[in-house]
């Protein structure tokens, strides 16, 4: 059993490596998101040197100009990894009737777009993540800490991975009722760029908005990955719990996710034809 | 998942069994303008729509059946029900089995699905890989993958005189899907339905769309690979010429029921014993149509017959096309009669 089901792992390396080929033919997206994220940079570049400025200490809310940089960089090249178009793309297949292309191998629908969804993180991983990040540890003279947070960001991030994913399947499943999720998905877009720190470290947070985001799973997308990398994560203790509280969000959500779908997928009528 | 065994069990012997089969709709009542919009949101006044009533039909094994009904029939949707995609209302629904809803992903290994209208391939990709990776997704052996290619290589690499080069497999193998004709997509898709040698495969209007040519080279790939795999293929179409080419049996649906489930010869047969005599009886004239019955009367007699009164100028005579036997099934002739043949007609 324990072989077959090995045996069986071919099934999802291979949506990994088909949405890895696919990903690769839109070069031209990839560039251009490059140049976005330029961009981004200088604007948020100049915004945070004004605060800085205007602040009489180095530090703000315990992080230097340099910590705040590098969180904000960091953020939005994993940012560009994790906001795949798993919403938009769900609900334009359920809309034109296309899903029915994959109900019909012999897959879960979720776990059949969660591979595929892989296939294009690992193109913004090797192609905008690993760059950036060694062009921003140049230029700051490693102010990252090689050792072992690099080790540890990687389990980080895959919990990371898989808990935007259940988000988005989630309000993706909504679409089986709206037929149309543009409005959620804007709605969800912006709670997780604020609550999660990817846009404004949470360090910068009034007590209170800081208390309601550690209660939320979207911190566990951004700021824990990025605290580990940054190995703000004093003690093991202190690594272990943020792990965990990512883990506990994923099987929440795995769970959540799941059960929604199948009570969902009941309803599901399949247009035209 | 323990009741699957029991129903792994088939008595018949048949390969796909709908008992009772009923499948409605439920959709909203949709209100004029933009006062009846903002009511809408709020509105709980739904309208159930029969897609699917009371269907029965057992398929045996190597069948090929052609499913045939006006848009709108249920035809699609009956298919969507035993691919496991859409759960039914009532009834029952083995394939290869399983209950096709509760055993979607046990099912998908043994179905092929073909829709005419939209591709499965991966669209950026050239199709030797969508191949690969259906390869692995239905976790095809080695083995049987060769041998599926080397069919391929001989049904399509072989020139079959045509000088058709863009339907040769490796052309086809080559070439990304989205910069595939529609012909070749088809063909393509067809391919890759076939693949994991499944005991059957669907065919949702496979040739829609498509040139004479294209249409011919489908109908003969498909033939030939029911004849060797033995596949039972069910196919829905509008293009009559894909009964006449395929199927040996022909169940006709309208309005969520079966209207018609026989063979396709005794399907012309209804109408068999007629024919259309058209005549001219001057250059310049129109077509005279005189639908005679043949058990009543013959040919030559009614031939003779106008002769006596006019001058004859030509004459035709014509069997009544398929096509004409279902129009008369489909506007509800149910009693198989023939009425009108259309302009001038004798009323036998």
Redesign the interface.
């Known amino acids: 059993m324990k072989l077959r089901s090995l ?2 792992l ?2 999802y ?3 990994v ?2 949405g890895l ?2 990903a690769l ?2 070069r031209a997206s990839i560039f251009i998101q490059l140049i976005g994220n330029i961009i981004y940079l200088i604007i948020v570049y100049n915004l945070w040197q004004a605060i800085y400025a205007s602040s009489p200490d180095e530090t703000v809310n315990g992080m230097t100009f340099t910590d705040t940089m590098l969180y904000l960089v960091l953020a939005m090249t994993i940012f560009n990894m994790l906001s795949t178009w798993t919403v938009w793309m769900m609900s334009n297949e359920i809309r034109d ?2 899903i ?2 994959t ?6 629908y979720r776990t059949y777009t969660f591979f595929n969804v892989l296939g294009g993180d690992a193109v913004t991983l090797f192609m905008l993540f690993l760059p950036t990040f060694v062009i921003v540890s140049l230029i700051t003279n490693f102010a990252v800490p090689i050792g072992v947070n690099l080790l540890w960001f990687i389990p980080a991030l895959i919990f990371a991975r898989m808990i935007s994913f259940y988000i988005d399947f989630f309000v993706g499943t909504v679409c089986l009722y709206t037929e149309s999720t543009w409005g959620v998905d804007m709605a969800k877009e912006v709670l997780i760029l604020l609550m999660s720190g990817a846009v404004i470290p949470l360090a910068f947070f009034p007590d209170w908005l800081r208390t309601i985001a550690e209660f939320l799973p979207f911190q566990a997308i951004y700021n824990i990955p990025l605290q580990i990398l940054l190995g703000r994560a004093a003690t093991l203790r202190e690594l272990l719990t943020m792990l965990g509280v990512q883990l506990f969000w994923v099987a929440f959500l795995y769970i959540a996710s799941g059960l929604f779908w199948r009570k969902s997928v ?1 309803i ?3 247009n ?2 | 998942m323990k009741k699957t065994s029991l129903n792994c069990r088939d008595s018949s012997g048949s390969v796909i069994s709908l008992k009772g089969l009923n499948k409605e709709f439920k959709t909203l009542n949709r209100r004029e303008g933009i006062r009846g919009g903002l009511l809408d949101l709020f509105s709980r006044n739904y309208k159930v729509i029969k897609a699917v009533s009371d269907v029965s039909l057992e398929i045996m094994p190597g069948e090929r059946v052609g499913l045939l009904g006006p848009n709108g029939a249920g035809k699609s949707t009956t298919i969507k029900m035993m691919s496991g995609v859409l759960k039914p209302s009532g009834g029952e629904i083995l394939v290869n089995g399983f209950v096709p809803y509760t055993n979607r992903v046990k099912n998908a290994q043994n179905i092929g699905v073909v829709f005419g209208q939209r591709s499965q391939l991966w669209w950026a990709l050239p199709l030797i890989e969508s191949f690969k990776i259906l390869k692995d997704i239905y976790l095809i052996e080695d083995k049987a993958y060769n041998e599926m290619m080397e069919l391929y290589h001989s049904i399509l690499g072989a020139d079959s005189g045509d000088g058709e080069e863009n339907s040769k497999l490796e052309v086809l193998l080559k070439k990304p899907v989205r910069q595939m004709s529609l012909g070749q997509r088809t063909l393509s898709d067809i391919l890759a339905s076939f693949l994991h040698n499944p005991k059957v495969v669907f065919l949702d209007e496979p040739t829609i769309g498509l040139d004479v040519t294209m249409k011919a080279k489908i109908r003969e790939l498909v033939l030939e690979l029911n004849r060797i795999r033995g596949t039972t293929v069910i196919l829905t179409t509008h293009d009559i010429g894909d009964v006449d080419a395929l199927c040996e049996r022909v169940i006709i649906i309208d309005k969520g029921g079966i209207l018609y489930d026989d063979t396709i010869e005794k399907l012309k047969g209804y109408f068999g014993a007629y024919r259309t005599l058209k005549v001219k009886f001057g250059k310049h004239d129109d077509w005279h149509e005189y639908l005679i019955d043949e058990d009543k009367s013959s040919v030559m007699d009614k031939l003779a017959e106008i002769g006596k009164e006019k001058k004859i100028a030509d004459i035709k005579i014509e069997e009544i096309a398929t096509e004409d036997v279902i129009k008369k099934i489909y506007s509800g002739d149910e009693q198989l009669t023939v009425n009108e043949g259309g302009g001038e007609h004798e009323t036998p």
């Open positions: 045996c069986n071919r099934k390396f291979t949506l490596r088909g080929l696919e033919q839109w009737g296309s029915i292309l109900l019909i191998r012999p897959m879960e009941k599901i009528t399949v035209g034809g």
